[in-house]
């Protein structure tokens, strides 16, 4: 399985139909609060332009593009952490997730009541980003509370480094400052790893416009006071994409250019992502298929080798590579074999954005 999202936002936000959009499902949407209480999930396809140029010069059998699995879970409410609405039990479906996007209201629309009764996006963040803050140091109040006794009963030098670590985290959490910020070294990241905090993964903020002016305005004004924080906010037209689905795709394009819209909420999504997790694509071809793969970047070749299978990892002797640049000046896999451009590369090779690599290795 490839990266794992959660969506999170306020009732009445449009995550949901944010949700939609991406997956291309049909989630239940409704204009009352807490329409979705099981999460709803789906797995998507990454558009890569490169794959479908490597498929028409490698013509394999099959074609695998990499995947996203994203989960909408129930609106979150001021106060979910003590109780209110659904309360915050529900955030420990998207724990395990790589990264989150938290859906942000900037559209008006009378038959979909906001649930503080006006669009004011930048208190919906607020609230929103205090809700996982809050739920994140319920689980380190948790976890200390066991700690103090531990650590009085047992000198354990781990145990100690831990309960350093998370009083760290209070402190921040408790300043209003989500985990993301803290700077850790790589030990203390790996103390915290397993806690799976929310706030410590990447985050995407996703505004939900429409086409009115205010909404516009509203998303300047936003953009600006996300900026100064360091934040980026990536403006997505839900409703009006989800209306274009319903025209041919080659007539999707224009009508998007027209309305000023940079790119496809999907595609914008995945650019983020894949950019705040520092991951590249890597390309395996073989007898069976021609396959897309997420790696992070700095990755050396026994690690891309791993995805595809964990006994190429351990087997690992060779990797014979080219990147996508290249093959598609040379024009074929054979071509460039002849003229010697796919190299050998070993184990302290550093796989590249694009490369597309055959793996030798020893079975086990």
């Not at 999170?8 to 204009?31: D, H, M, Q, R």
């Not at 394999?60 to 979910?80: M, N, S, T, W």
């Amino acid at each position: 399985m490839g990266l794992k999202v959660g969506i999170v936002g306020l009732p009445n936000s449009g995550k949901t139909t944010i949700f939609n959009l991406l997956v291309k499902s049909k989630a239940p949407v409704a204009s009352y609060p807490f329409c979705t209480i099981d999460p709803n999930m789906g797995i998507v396809e990454v558009p890569d332009g490169r794959l479908e140029v490597l498929a028409s010069l490698l013509h394999p059998p099959r074609v695998a593009k990499a995947v996203i699995e994203f989960i909408d879970v129930a609106g979150l409410v001021e106060g979910a952490s003590k109780g209110e609405g659904l309360g915050n039990q529900f955030l420990s479906n998207i724990r395990g997730v790589d990264a989150v996007i938290e859906v942000i209201r900037f559209f008006g629309d009378e038959k979909v009541p906001h649930v503080l009764g006006e669009v004011n996006p930048l208190q919906d963040k607020e609230i929103v980003d205090l809700e996982l803050m809050l739920s994140d140091l319920e689980v380190i109040e948790r976890r200390l509370e066991k700690l103090q006794n531990l650590t009085k009963k047992v000198k354990d030098e781990q145990l100690k480094l831990e309960k350093e670590v998370l009083e760290k985290g209070k402190h921040w959490l408790e300043e209003g400052k989500p985990l993301r910020f803290l700077k850790l070294k790589e030990e203390e990241r790996e103390i915290l790893k397993p806690y799976q905090f929310i706030t410590i993964k990447p985050l995407i903020y996703v505004a939900n416009l429409d086409e009115r002016e205010d909404s516009g305005k509203l998303f300047e004004e936003a953009k600006q006071e996300l900026e100064k924080e360091g934040e980026k906010i990536i403006p997505v037209f839900a409703k009006l994409e989800e209306e274009l689905e319903e025209i041919p795709p080659e007539e999707r394009q224009a009508f998007i250019r027209e309305f000023g819209i940079e790119d496809t909420g999907l595609n914008l999504v995945v650019r983020e992502a894949y950019h705040l997790l520092g991951l590249i694509t890597f390309y395996t071809f073989g007898d069976k298929e021609l396959r897309a793969w997420e790696l992070p970047r700095g990755s050396k070749a026994p690690q891309a080798a791993g995805k595809v299978h964990t006994d190429m990892e351990k087997g690992f002797i060779k990797a014979e590579v080219i990147n996508y640049e290249e093959l598609v000046a040379i024009g074929s896999w054979e071509k460039a074999r002849e003229e010697g451009k796919i190299r050998q590369e070993g184990k302290d090779y550093e796989i590249k954005d694009g490369d597309l690599v055959y793996f030798r290795f020893s079975p086990r």
